[in-house]
């Protein structure tokens, strides 16, 4: 069972990005998707969450009409597309599946918001 994020970097204020969110080893269109952030010092927060059939989505309200989580349950992967970009969203960004009692997550990608 796998997770790989990735997509992350330096940007700057006002710029975007798209994480990708790889699954293997289970069947991933069965599994809600969510996004959390961790910024240093700062307690892992959730940003974005998707339906196993990608029909509902919900967001943070710091990152409501900024943010858009999506997935293709085809290719096994999820995406969390980020624009209008502020220092404030500087974090590692983890993806996770859960359900039932299974709870996957990736590594974390650093994502830098700085001019």
């Known amino acids: 069972v796998q997770l790989v994020e990735s997509g992350g970097g330096l940007v700057q204020p006002g710029g975007s990005l798209r994480l990708s969110c790889a699954a293997s080893?289970?069947?991933?269109?069965?599994?809600?998707m969510r996004w959390y952030r961790q910024a240093p010092g700062k307690e892992r927060d959730l940003v974005a969450t998707?339906?196993?059939?990608?029909?509902?989505?919900n967001y943070a309200d710091s990152v409501k009409d900024r943010f858009t989580v999506s997935r293709d349950n085809a290719k096994n992967t999820g995406y969390l597309q980020m624009d209008s970009l502020k220092p404030e969203d500087t974090a590692v960004y983890y993806c996770?599946?859960?359900?039932?009692?299974?709870?996957?997550w990736g590594r974390g990608t650093q994502v830098t918001v700085s001019s």
């Open positions: 080893g289970f069947t991933f269109s069965r599994y809600v």
């Open positions: 998707i339906t196993s059939d990608g029909g509902s989505t």
């Open positions: 996770n599946a859960r359900a039932w009692d299974y709870d996957y």
